[in-house]
Nanobody
């Protein structure tokens, strides 16, 4: 059974930092592209950051220079370090595991963790 379990969300003041973690089980983690997505109330889910199995990263323009995605294949974990947080970063953050080139394609989601940026 595949599980992605996020942790590390919470309430933080503008300008503060949080580190999200996602622990994966039930998959061969090192083969997957891992991503963080977020969904704010009334908005569509959007990509925040991704890291490929080879370690290449990409970020949404809105978080470039503030957020850093990383992975630890030995721990089957992916992280999102979020600095200089803004109120518009408030959302539920979801971990995603993607392996599109298998048959069938494999894509899994965590349950989400709430991040609230407010004074």
């Amino acid at each position: 059974q595949v599980q992605l379990v996020e942790s590390g969300g919470g309430l933080v003041q503008p300008g503060g930092s949080l580190r999200l973690s996602c622990a994966a089980s039930g998959i061969i983690f090192r083969f997957y592209t891992m991503g963080w997505y977020r969904q704010a109330p009334g908005k569509q889910r959007e990509l925040v950051a991704v890291i490929t199995s080879g370690g290449s990263t990409d970020y949404a323009d809105s978080v470039k220079g503030r957020f850093t995605i990383s992975r630890d294949n030995a721990k089957n974990a992916v992280y999102l370090q979020m600095n200089s947080l803004k109120p518009e970063d408030t959302a539920v953050y979801y971990c995603n595991a993607d392996r599109p080139h298998t048959i069938p394609p494999r894509n899994y989601w965590g349950q989400g963790t709430q991040v609230t940026v407010s004074s």
